[in-house]
């Protein structure tokens, strides 16, 4: 008894649909090309190159479809469907066929292409007889060549250092060559050294191990290739007389010019076979993100992308924004600014510095049932609708009511040990900027961290965003008050995309309906204000264009005011780019992003100032924070479990021990430094801060 061939409406009806229409376009375009011939190609070559492009566009398509059949799973349907297995083999077998077909169609209008005069310049390779222990040998070194590449396929070079952190870590050194046993989408691979010793380590810390011998073999086999397709243009044959090939016995003009097409159609051919087959290998070998994958499948709402701000966020950190910056003379820095007569770092007063408090979100729709939210979060910085102005920061949400999911509640608590606002819940940030351009404003990012239940893969997801211009339309600072700010769908480059087409309502003129409708949009509510005049000395000595909470801006400013003395009124010439000893000023750039650790360093400092006698005298406040940087983020910078900032529960409990112990007993730093664990300081990088072309902070 066969089974009904009704699409269902689960992922894999959803998957047949996709193929059904790619065969439709597929089909249409080769009943285009089969009415071009060899005769009329010269005249239609525009024609061709827009078939080729499209052509190369449907591969790509049908692999991608491919490898989201593959990754099905009955658990994925709403319903029970009958026969699920054999209609996904029947799907994977279809689009298996498809690429045939996609590649016969690519062959015919590269032939038509490279054709000239209704002349085909045939493309073949001499058949020289061998010996059978020849044979044999070429067999032999065939294997041979297929061997090595499944050995070296999954063998890597380790590019930096990385100790065991935690039970289950592999230790790793630079150039060590390692297998690749298992590859997880969260970036830790299981990988086994030439000792036999098996663990996790980090995928960006290693690279493919290419071998020269490999490398030069396959140069060898051009050259060879390139030999025998030298020689072919001097035993082609005659053909038809739509298909007319060149001879050996024609005169020398028709035979250079045979020789030039039959190069260019070479050169054309291999250039789009190395789009095709770097296509192919690229589909095959990559991981599938695993939101693509659920896109694909239309499993999410239609207005979800892949998290933009999510992707700049270790090119946009707040260390880089505090990084000092030479210009491009190398005579003074342009993001510090030495104020002669009072022989410290000058202060300055923006023309727009507000403080944002972000309130909630409502309506948010839910990524769906095939996905467990784990966290969700806010990524905020200035944007004027091309680019990103400022750093990135990120604020986590409350998990919302299980009775209203759609609603995230933003609001800062004091953590218990501590006694202070946790950092990464504080709702309440400090906007600075200098730029005066109509079209700034502050971009917010909503996005939830998810695994996927069927197969518990780790993934991004942006759930909208929305945008607070800072200027009116008449260049006028944007009035303070609350503001509730429609949600938008796609990327944040995108404009007019509804973030869930379902919840779009037609437009009617009874008020009653707009009313009742009304209440189901997404929603963003955000509150402007201006700071307190209490943090006045301290915001005027912070960067030009920052996005920080409020909280940190003290031990922000110390830390210019610091940098500012040592590189700046401590050296006898401005240009003076000579690395300087300091490890708090290394440690702090390397710390500044660690939400946790500030929070350890603002309950030591908010314990240490009552002791301060003076709070004007700049030089016993810097004192005071040099002392406490180097009691918490110094021993911190060198422990392999803050190498990273982390928002797992159980790695972030682990951290909050250590900053504890270090916030309440003074001898803990010391503890941490003589650990057996870790190796003599390296003067280069561990307490030096550069000031030009620094280390990779973390």
Same mark, same amino acid.
């Given at each position: 008894?066969?089974?009904?061939?009704?699409?269902?409406?689960?992922?894999?009806?959803?998957?047949?649909?996709?193929?059904?229409?790619?065969?439709?376009?597929?089909?249409?375009?080769?009943?285009?090309?089969?009415?071009?011939?060899?005769?009329?190609?010269?005249?239609?070559?525009?024609?061709?190159?827009?078939?080729?492009?499209?052509?190369?566009?449907?591969?790509?398509?049908?692999?991608?479809?491919?490898?989201?059949?593959?990754?099905?799973?009955?658990?994925?349907?709403?319903?029970?469907?009958?026969?699920?297995?054999?209609?996904?083999?029947?799907?994977?077998?279809?689009?298996?066929?498809?690429?045939?077909?996609?590649?016969?169609?690519?062959?015919?209008?590269?032939?038509?292409?490279?054709?000239?005069?209704?002349?085909?310049? @045939?493309?073949? +390779?001499? !058949?020289?007889?061998?010996?059978?222990?020849? $044979?044999?040998?070429?067999? %032999?070194? #065939?294997? *041979?060549?297929?061997?090595?590449?499944?050995?070296?396929?999954?063998?890597?070079?380790?590019?930096?250092?990385?100790?065991?952190?935690?039970?289950?870590?592999?230790?790793?050194?630079?150039?060590?060559?390692?297998?690749?046993?298992?590859?997880?989408?969260?970036?830790?691979?299981?990988?086994?050294?030439?000792?036999?010793?098996?663990?996790?380590?980090?995928?960006?810390?290693?690279?493919?191990?290419?071998?020269?011998?490999?490398?030069?073999?396959?140069?060898?086999?051009?050259?060879?290739?390139?030999?025998?397709?030298?020689?072919?243009?001097?035993?082609?044959?005659?053909?038809?007389?739509?298909?007319?090939?060149?001879?050996?016995?024609?005169?020398?003009?028709?035979?250079?010019?045979?020789?030039? @097409?039959?190069? +260019?159609? !070479?050169?054309?051919?291999?250039?789009?076979? $190395?789009?095709?087959?770097? %296509?192919? #290998?690229? *589909?095959?070998?990559?991981?599938?993100?695993?939101?693509?994958?659920?896109?694909?499948?239309?499993?999410?709402?239609?207005?979800?992308?892949?998290?933009?701000?999510?992707?700049?966020?270790?090119?946009?950190?707040?260390?880089?924004?505090?990084?000092?910056?030479?210009?491009?003379?190398?005579?003074?820095?342009?993001?510090?600014?030495?104020?002669?007569?009072?022989?410290?770092?000058?202060?300055?007063?923006?023309?727009?510095?507000?403080?944002?408090?972000?309130?909630?979100?409502?309506?948010?729709?839910?990524?769906?049932?095939?996905?467990?939210?784990?966290?969700?979060?806010?990524?905020?910085?200035?944007?004027?609708?091309?680019?990103?102005?400022?750093?990135?920061?990120?604020?986590?949400?409350?998990?919302p009511n299980v009775s209203k999911p759609k609603f995230w509640k933003v609001f800062s608590s004091k953590e218990?040990?501590?006694?202070?606002?946790?950092?990464?819940?504080?709702?309440?940030?400090?906007?600075?900027?200098?730029?005066?351009?109509?079209?700034?404003?502050?971009?917010?990012?909503?996005?939830?961290?998810?695994?996927?239940?069927?197969?518990?893969?780790?993934?991004?997801?942006?759930?909208?965003?929305?945008?607070?211009?800072?200027?009116?339309?008449?260049?006028?600072?944007?009035?303070?008050?609350?503001?509730?700010?429609?949600?938008?769908?796609?990327?944040?480059?995108?404009?007019?995309?509804?973030?869930?087409?379902?919840?779009?309502?037609?437009?009617?003129?009874?008020?009653?309906?707009?009313?009742?409708?009304?209440?189901?949009e997404p929603i963003f509510i955000v509150k402007l204000e201006i700071p307190a005049k209490k943090y006045k000395?301290?915001?005027?000595?912070?960067?030009?264009?920052?996005?920080?909470?409020?909280?940190?801006?003290?031990?922000?400013?110390?830390?210019?005011?610091?940098?500012?003395?040592?590189?700046?009124?401590?050296?006898?010439?401005?240009?003076?780019?000579?690395?300087?000893?300091?490890?708090?000023?290394?440690?702090?750039?390397?710390?500044?992003?660690?939400?946790?650790?500030?929070?350890?360093?603002?309950?030591?400092?908010?314990?240490?100032?009552?002791?301060?006698?003076?709070?004007?005298?700049?030089?016993?406040?810097?004192?005071?924070?040099?002392?406490?940087?180097?009691?918490?983020?110094?021993?911190?910078?060198?422990?392999?479990?803050?190498?990273?900032?982390?928002?797992?529960e159980n790695i972030s409990k682990k951290r909050w021990i250590e900053i504890v112990e270090l916030v309440k007993?003074?001898?803990?730093?010391?503890?941490?430094?003589?650990?057996?664990?870790?190796?003599?300081?390296?003067?280069?990088?561990?307490?030096?801060?550069?000031?030009?072309?620094?280390?990779?902070?973390?």
């Amino acid at each position: 008894m066969a089974f009904s061939t009704k699409r269902t409406a689960g992922p894999l009806g959803k998957l047949q649909k996709s193929s059904d229409k790619l065969k439709t376009k597929v089909d249409h375009l080769s009943s285009l090309v089969s009415k071009i011939s060899l005769k009329n190609a010269e005249e239609n070559k525009g024609t061709l190159k827009k078939y080729l492009e499209k052509l190369i566009n449907y591969k790509v398509d049908a692999s991608n479809l491919l490898l989201v059949s593959t990754s099905l799973t009955k658990n994925d349907e709403p319903e029970l469907v009958n026969d699920f297995e054999g209609r996904k083999n029947d799907e994977v077998k279809r689009l298996q066929d498809m690429q045939e077909q996609i590649d016969k169609l690519l062959e015919n209008v590269t032939d038509l292409q490279t054709s000239k005069n209704g002349v085909k310049i @045939v493309d073949k +390779k001499p !058949k020289v007889s061998a010996r059978p222990n020849q $044979e044999s040998d070429d067999d %032999t070194e #065939e294997f *041979d060549d297929e061997s090595d590449e499944e050995e070296t396929a999954d063998l890597y070079i380790v590019l930096s250092n990385y100790k065991a952190a935690e039970a289950g870590d592999l230790a790793i050194q630079v150039d060590e060559i390692i297998d690749v046993l298992e590859k997880n989408e969260d970036g830790w691979w299981k990988a086994q050294n030439s000792k036999g010793d098996v663990g996790a380590v980090p995928s960006n810390f290693i690279r493919v191990y290419q071998d020269n011998k490999s490398t030069a073999d396959d140069d060898g086999d051009d050259n060879h290739t390139a030999d025998a397709d030298d020689d072919v243009a001097s035993t082609a044959t005659h053909e038809s007389s739509d298909d007319v090939t060149i001879t050996q016995e024609e005169s020398d003009d028709a035979e250079h010019e045979a020789i030039v @097409v039959h190069e +260019k159609k !070479k050169n054309m051919s291999s250039e789009m076979k $190395e789009i095709i087959e770097k %296509t192919s #290998e690229t *589909d095959r070998r990559k991981s599938m993100n695993v939101t693509d994958v659920l896109a694909a499948m239309e499993a999410l709402p239609s207005g979800f992308r892949n998290s933009e701000l999510q992707k700049l966020e270790g090119k946009y950190k707040l260390s880089n924004v505090l990084q000092a910056k030479l210009k491009d003379c190398h005579l003074y820095y342009k993001n510090l600014r030495w104020d002669q007569e009072l022989n410290q770092l000058k202060e300055e007063t923006n023309r727009l510095l507000r403080t944002i408090q972000v309130m909630e979100c409502r309506n948010i729709p839910t990524p769906g049932l095939h996905c467990e939210v784990i966290d969700r979060h806010i990524r905020i910085c200035l944007f004027d609708g091309k680019r990103i102005l400022s750093n990135i920061w990120k604020v986590r949400c409350r998990s919302p009511n299980v009775s209203k999911p759609k609603f995230w509640k933003v609001f800062s608590s004091k953590e218990s040990l501590l006694g202070v606002n946790e950092s990464c819940y504080d709702n309440l940030l400090l906007i600075r900027t200098t730029n005066i351009e109509r079209e700034i404003g502050i971009i917010f990012e909503l996005s939830v961290t998810y695994t996927r239940k069927a197969t518990k893969e780790k993934g991004e997801l942006s759930c909208g965003w929305a945008f607070l211009p800072l200027h009116t339309a008449d260049g006028k600072i944007t009035e303070n008050k609350t503001y509730k700010l429609p949600v938008g769908g796609g990327t944040i480059y995108e404009h007019g995309t509804p973030l869930d087409i379902t919840l779009l309502k037609t437009k009617t003129s009874s008020k009653l309906t707009s009313f009742l409708s009304a209440p189901t949009e997404p929603i963003f509510i955000v509150k402007l204000e201006i700071p307190a005049k209490k943090y006045k000395k301290v915001l005027d000595f912070l960067p030009d264009i920052v996005v920080l909470p409020l909280c940190d801006a003290t031990l922000v400013t110390w830390f210019r005011r610091y940098l500012a003395d040592v590189i700046m009124r401590d050296r006898d010439f401005s240009d003076d780019v000579t690395p300087v000893h300091s490890p708090q000023l290394k440690s702090f750039l390397q710390m500044c992003d660690h939400c946790d650790v500030m929070d350890g360093m603002r309950a030591l400092w908010s314990e240490k100032i009552l002791e301060v006698s003076d709070k004007n005298d700049k030089d016993e406040m810097t004192s005071l924070w040099k002392e406490i940087v180097m009691r918490i983020s110094f021993p911190l910078s060198t422990r392999p479990i803050f190498l990273h900032p982390t928002d797992d529960e159980n790695i972030s409990k682990k951290r909050w021990i250590e900053i504890v112990e270090l916030v309440k007993n003074p001898n803990n730093p010391l503890k941490h430094l003589l650990e057996q664990q870790y190796q003599p300081f390296n003067a280069a990088d561990d307490v030096t801060y550069h000031i030009i072309t620094p280390p990779v902070t973390s």
